[in-house]
C-alpha cells in the first residue's frame, strides 16, 4: 500500500509559478511510476504529466508541455511538479498517482493508477 500526499498549491497571479509536491509513505516510490491528474470544476480527471521509475522518461500532456516539469527523488520518495507561466486555465485541483511497473513508459490514463492522493487546490488569477 502506498500512501500519496501532495502539497504545494495555493493562489497565483497568471504567469507565476508553484512547486507541487507528493510525498509516498508505506512503500519505496522507486518502484512506482507517478502521475499527476488535475481536476477543474465541472469537468472530468485529466492527465498533466507521468515520470517512469527511474525518472529516465517522462511524458506530459500537450497544453502543459514546456511549461510544466516533472521529477522525482527516490531517495526522499517525493515526486515533484514544476509550474511554470501559469494560465487560468491551469486552475484545477491537482492530484499525484501511483502504479507498480517495471516499463519504461508511463501511461496517462487516470485507471492505469492504482494509488492517488487527496488533491491540492492551484488557482491561477487573471
Known amino acids: 500500500q502506498v500512501q500519496l500526499v501532495e502539497s504545494g498549491g495555493g493562489l497565483v497571479q497568471a504567469g507565476g509559478s508553484l512547486r507541487l509536491s507528493c510525498a509516498a509513505s508505506?512503500?519505496?516510490?522507486?518502484?512506482?511510476?507517478m502521475g499527476w491528474f488535475r481536476q477543474a470544476p465541472g469537468k472530468e480527471r485529466e492527465f498533466v504529466a507521468a515520470i517512469n521509475r527511474s525518472g529516465g522518461n517522462t511524458t506530459y500532456a500537450d497544453d502543459v508541455k514546456g511549461r510544466f516539469t516533472i521529477s522525482r527523488d527516490n531517495a526522499k520518495n517525493t515526486v515533484y511538479l514544476q509550474t511554470n507561466s501559469l494560465k487560468p486555465e491551469d486552475t484545477a485541483v491537482y492530484y499525484c498517482?501511483?502504479?507498480?511497473?517495471?516499463?519504461?513508459?508511463?501511461?496517462?490514463?487516470?485507471?492505469?493508477?492504482?494509488?492517488w492522493g487527496q488533491g491540492t487546490q492551484v488557482t491561477v488569477s487573471s
Open positions: 498517482a501511483a502504479y507498480y511497473s517495471t516499463s519504461y513508459y508511463p501511461k496517462t490514463r487516470s485507471y492505469e493508477y492504482d494509488y
Open positions: 508505506g512503500r519505496t516510490l522507486s518502484s512506482y511510476v
